[in-house]
């Protein structure tokens, strides 16, 4: 490669979440000059399909989104519900169903082990791109790889809140929601954004449900599909040795991103939307 309840924070820390809940459009993103990749050239574009993580929302990916539309990409950003991983993963499932095209699939954080479900049984998916995400095996959690390569700082960050449980909850599921501890989310989860925008993504974090994300995953679209991987060198969330770990087993094309944190599709926009295109341009 270029490469207690206690346990049930865990649990959550485990999956290690991602993305961001806020806005703004700033930093250096490619145009379709730049990125070789106008809407003239090289024929029918395929849809990017953008899964984010926990603790954020599909705004996250805004400044991803420009630099691929302006490079004549149609995006869907999809809304993660953040119950499941077995309901997440069908939900990003029947989205794609209802594209007739060709489809690529970026996750970040724990919108990869989404994508890594969604992404089987689909012929018009040709490519996964994981951005410091999670790319787990069959039968494998986050919270078992995150065990395997300790460094997180998540779990210490980790605050709960009860919600009420639908009547078909499983019997273990607690019934709490997991977020960041507002006054530790710069440091743990967006350490090279400003704190004028760390703050607005920390009151508008999504939470992910303790009990519900603790799923294993199934088998993973990575043995028969190409992927592409960007792992942040200063990821406090998903410790860059989990990733070179997970890319290297799954065969990914690497780019490592110096100092960038977690959420690198913010920070560094332009290198992801770069692995985008690279994925594009290697599997149309």
Do not use: C
Request: charge should be positive; avoid cysteine.
């Amino acid at each position: 490669m270029t490469s207690d309840r206690h346990p049930r924070r865990r649990v959550l820390g485990g999956m290690l979440a991602a993305g961001t809940g806020a806005l703004g459009l700033g930093g250096a993103l490619p145009t379709a000059s730049a990125a070789g990749a106008g809407p003239a050239a090289g024929g029918a574009r395929p849809t990017v399909v953008l899964v984010h993580g926990v603790f954020a929302d599909a705004s996250g990916w805004y400044r991803t989104m420009a630099g691929l539309q302006d490079a004549g990409f149609p995006v869907i950003a999809a809304a993660n519900p953040l119950r499941t991983l077995a309901g997440d993963s069908a939900y990003v499932s029947s989205i794609v169903d209802t594209i007739p095209g060709p489809v690529i699939l970026v996750g970040h954080s724990y919108g990869g082990e989404v994508v890594t479900n969604a992404g089987r049984g689909h012929a018009n998916v040709k490519a996964l791109v994981y951005v410091a995400a999670f790319a787990p095996d069959e039968g494998e959690s986050a919270l078992q790889l995150a065990e395997q390569f300790p460094g997180s700082e998540l779990p210490g960050a980790l605050v709960t809140r009860p919600f009420p449980l639908p009547a078909d909850a499983p019997a273990d599921d607690p019934g709490l929601d997991g977020y960041i501890d507002p006054a530790k989310f710069r440091e743990v989860f967006a350490g090279d954004l400003p704190r004028s925008e760390t703050r607005l993504m920390a009151a508008a974090q999504r939470p992910g449900s303790v009990g519900g994300l603790a799923g294993k995953s199934g088998v993973p679209a990575w043995r028969s599909l190409p992927s592409w991987y960007v792992i942040p060198t200063a990821d406090k969330v998903i410790p860059p040795a989990v990733q070179r770990f997970m890319a290297q087993r799954a065969g990914s094309r690497v780019v490592e991103v110096k100092g960038a944190s977690h959420v690198v599709m913010m920070s560094r926009p332009a290198v992801v939307v770069r692995q985008i295109l690279a994925a594009h341009h290697a599997t149309r």
